[in-house]
């Protein structure tokens, strides 16, 4: 996916506009999703819906007439990725979140990054059929007093204020950060 050039094919209406955001897109299988349902339980109706019918792959979102590449995960990276996320956040700060705020973030699965690896937004599966998606920055973590996984209700809620703040121009990490 990118975004087309103004001197593309005039017939065309192409003033910046994206050629095809949703160009590298890939459904998923129930078969793909084993190993991940092994791991993390059974996953949400919300979660294997998306997956199946919209697929992963690389988000265009813009950010100042710039793309800025989001990435909702495939099954066979989510493992590595969510063991990565995890062990970047201090092992007191995940103590903290599961007895305050009863967060598992072992249980966590990671669904979509940003290209910095910096934010995540993150299924909850803290239980069966538990399609809450968490965000959570490094940003965030270095807060004190906070907690660093920020719930931003079902995963058709987050995608849906994803899409809509997007709509509105605001800057794609706007859900992590609060800032326009």
Not at 67 to 81: D, G, Q, S
Request: net charge negative; charged share 30%.
């Amino acid at each position: 996916p990118s975004l087309r050039d103004e001197d593309e094919d005039e017939d065309e209406e192409s003033d910046g506009e994206w050629a095809d955001p949703f160009g590298e897109f890939k459904a998923v299988t129930p078969k793909q999703l084993g190993p991940i349902e092994a791991r993390y339980g059974e996953l949400p109706p919300a979660y294997r819906k998306l997956v199946s019918d919209i697929g992963v792959g690389t988000l265009l979102i813009a950010d100042e007439d710039e793309p800025v590449r989001f990435t909702i995960l495939p099954p066979e990276h989510i493992p590595k990725v969510h063991k990565d996320c995890i062990s970047w956040i201090d092992k007191a700060l995940l103590e903290e979140t599961k007895s305050s705020h009863r967060i598992d973030a072992n249980k966590l699965m990671p669904i979509l990054v940003d290209r910095d690896w910096n934010q995540w937004a993150l299924l909850g599966n803290q239980s069966r059929g538990d399609d809450r998606v968490f965000l959570f920055s490094h940003e965030q973590e270095q807060r004190e007093g906070i907690n660093p996984f920020s719930l931003q209700g079902s995963l058709e809620t987050y995608f849906s204020k994803l899409f809509a703040n997007t709509r509105k121009g605001y800057s794609p990490w706007y859900m992590w950060t609060g800032r326009k």
